[in-house]
């Protein structure tokens, strides 16, 4: 007979419970099985659920053979055989289970029962025992803080978790659960179960202080995040500036802050300052996907087209289905080709971002610059009429936004190799056809005479 004070008899205080554990646990391990094999357990469930013991049976004999390491297939036996009252037959079962998976409590919880029926007291009283250290919060704890001397924080947050359930008003579980969340980088988290540990106790002094610290930097991120949702980048830089303040010892909230200043820099269009804050980013975390992406958006205003190239293939090579990468990689390969060619923004001298304002500014100085009527000499002439074409060329395809749009996109509108059924180039004419426009006009060249004194 078991004492009164003993842990098996202490267990019947948690059995209800456990047995929805087994539940949970048996439901949630089914990872990993073949197609075949787990046809057979799914339907010797529908079977077993049915009372179709016998074909139940079957089922899971057949999932046995078809993988013999898959603890579920012996588990769902041994519960056949424990419903049919073969308990001697559902004993080597459980134990196989064990063996495969250490820390299923489902399995150990019902092999204890059977060896306490066969009178087999200190095998049972020890399956007992490490069912019940489950639900000891303070072993919990105890376990939680080797995790964390280990530098495993989340492995010691689920055991905390447990831990604030099983004792009521366990502010400190709350409280390191909050401050664990707070050092991975989880704001939202670490402030939500802080948020608990003040519910309990509202003059919690360490509670409160660390509340008050991840408060503030959870508003300055949100803060952030919607400025660049609105599109103010330069806003949204200062106050990812002011969480690095803010939080200056854990390393995490630097690279995040770092990160987004990177794409607010990326989609700010300034590219030189996009470079320097991603490339810090990426010193840190060599594959950050999002500096890699940020940064090759950078490198394309830059026109430096081989780096982007190189930023985009090595984002792919982390998530290969992302299509932003796929569209930026195939856009990158397209420009560095067209670089090879024609390039409207450099025979205008203007950046890749530059306004309308300034293409036509630069377009007018060249154009007269490079007007035929100012060269006498023949060679000198010839050599004007072509770069007079270019110049021309270029202000009407940068000052035309659909035309710009295909441009940027690696397509020349002016090419005829580039347009699917297009006519030849427009601009591949003789100069007489260019005599007599106004290159101060801002609309196409062929509006006003222009006449040199």
Request: net charge negative.
């Amino acid at each position: 007979m078991v004492a009164p004070g003993s842990v098996t008899s202490r267990l019947g205080s948690v059995f209800p419970f456990l047995l929805v554990l087994v539940d949970l646990q048996y439901e949630g391990a089914e990872c990993g099985v073949n197609a075949d094999v787990e046809k057979h357990l799914e339907l010797g469930k529908k079977l077993l659920a049915a009372g179709q013991l016998a074909d139940a049976l079957s089922q899971f004999h057949a999932a046995v053979d078809g993988d013999p390491d898959n603890y579920i297939a012996y588990y769902r036996r041994a519960t056949v055989f424990l419903a049919m009252g073969k308990s001697k037959a559902a004993l080597p079962d459980l134990t196989k289970v064990i063996q495969l998976k250490m820390d299923f409590t489902a399995a150990r919880l019902q092999r204890g029962h059977l060896l306490l029926k066969q009178g087999k007291l200190d095998e049972a009283e020890d399956d007992f025992k490490k069912v019940v250290c489950v639900w000891d919060a303070e072993l919990r704890e105890l376990r939680a803080e080797c995790f964390i001397k280990e530098g495993e924080p989340r492995k010691a947050i689920s055991d905390l978790k447990a831990a604030s359930k099983l004792k009521n008003d366990n502010t400190e579980a709350f409280y390191k659960i909050s401050t664990l969340y707070y050092q991975l980088g989880d704001h939202e988290l670490s402030l939500s179960e802080v948020r608990e540990c003040l519910k309990l106790d509202q003059d919690h002094k360490r509670c409160f202080a660390h509340y008050k610290q991840v408060k503030k930097l959870n508003k300055l991120i949100e803060s952030a995040e919607e400025l660049i949702r609105d599109g103010r980048y330069t806003d949204a830089t200062s106050k990812y500036e002011s969480v690095m303040k803010t939080e200056p010892s854990i390393a995490e909230y630097t690279i995040r802050s770092k990160e987004r200043i990177c794409h607010c820099f990326s989609k700010d269009e300034k590219p030189v300052e996009a470079i320097r804050v991603c490339s810090e980013v990426l010193q840190m975390e060599p594959d950050n996907v999002n500096a890699l992406k940020d940064r090759a958006e950078a490198y394309l205003i830059e026109e430096m087209y081989d780096e982007a190239i190189q930023d985009y293939e090595t984002a792919q090579e982390h998530n290969e289905n992302d299509q932003q990468i796929r569209e930026g990689l195939e856009k990158a390969q397209r420009l560095l080709k067209q670089s090879q060619k024609r390039d409207y923004y450099k025979i205008l001298g203007v950046k890749r971002n530059a306004k309308k304002q300034e293409i036509i500014k630069a377009y007018r100085k060249l154009a007269l610059q490079w007007h035929p009527d100012n060269f006498q000499n023949e060679e000198e002439k010839k050599k004007a009429e072509k770069k007079f074409i270019d110049i021309a060329a270029a202000k009407e395809v940068l000052s035309d936004p659909e035309m710009r749009k295909k441009f940027d996109d690696g397509e020349d509108p002016l090419d005829a190799e580039s347009q699917q059924g297009g006519g030849g180039n427009p601009f591949h004419r003789s100069w007489n056809s260019w005599q007599g426009f106004n290159p101060f006009s801002s609309g196409g060249p062929f509006r006003f005479k222009f006449h040199f004194n």
